[in-house]
């Protein structure tokens, strides 16, 4: 865990203004590449029949809508779920993350339990984001989610409070 919190405060200290490189660089903190589980501007229908965006899509895993520094997070919150009409059923996820660069809000949809926090403060919250790597909330290694964390292929593995998996 001392590991990823390490580049979880390295993460938080440095100054991204684009999209695409923060969350390149935020998967990283988990030693997950971005580009194996997610995707950007992912072309999806809106509620009312009108086309959309999502910002970074994992299908059935996480859907991310980034806001610039000092916006609205709640109206991106509510942005975000006028995309679920347009997705199909496996791809629907159980997290959503609405993001300025500065604040985080994290919802797991299944336990409806939300993390909001500042960036300076990640390293505190890495645990909210152990589906990145392959762990469900209470701990259990989720096999089924297809992170790519894989610790005989060498990935890092950090375990905490007796957990199992490769946070």
């Known amino acids: 865990m001392d590991e990823i ?3 979880a405060a390295d993460f938080a200290r440095d100054e991204r203004g684009d999209t695409q490189t923060f969350y390149n660089d935020f998967f990283e903190v988990f030693s997950v590449k971005r580009r194996l589980v997610a995707t950007f501007e992912e072309p999806v229908k809106k509620l009312g029949d009108r086309q959309g965006f999502i910002d970074l899509f994992w299908k059935g895993k996480l859907l991310v809508e980034h806001k ?3 916006r609205d997070l709640d109206r991106a919150r509510t942005q975000a779920l006028h ?3 347009g997705l199909k059923d496996h791809e629907l996820p159980r997290y959503i993350m609405v993001c300025d660069f500065q604040t ?3 919802t797991d949809l299944d336990t409806r339990e939300e993390t909001r926090f ?3 403060d990640l390293p505190d919250h890495v645990e909210a ?4 790597v392959g762990i469900d909330t209470a701990g259990r290694r989720d ?3 297809g992170s790519g964390c894989h610790p005989e292929e060498g990935s890092t593995r950090l375990c905490s409070k007796g957990q199992t998996g490769c946070l």
């Open 5 to 7: 919190r390490a580049r």
């Open 68 to 70: 610039s520094a000092g």
């Open 83 to 85: 995309y679920f009409p």
């Open 104 to 106: 985080f809000h994290l």
């Open 118 to 120: 500042a960036l300076a």
């Open 129 to 132: 984001f152990g589906f990145v």
């Open 143 to 145: 096999d089924a989610g």
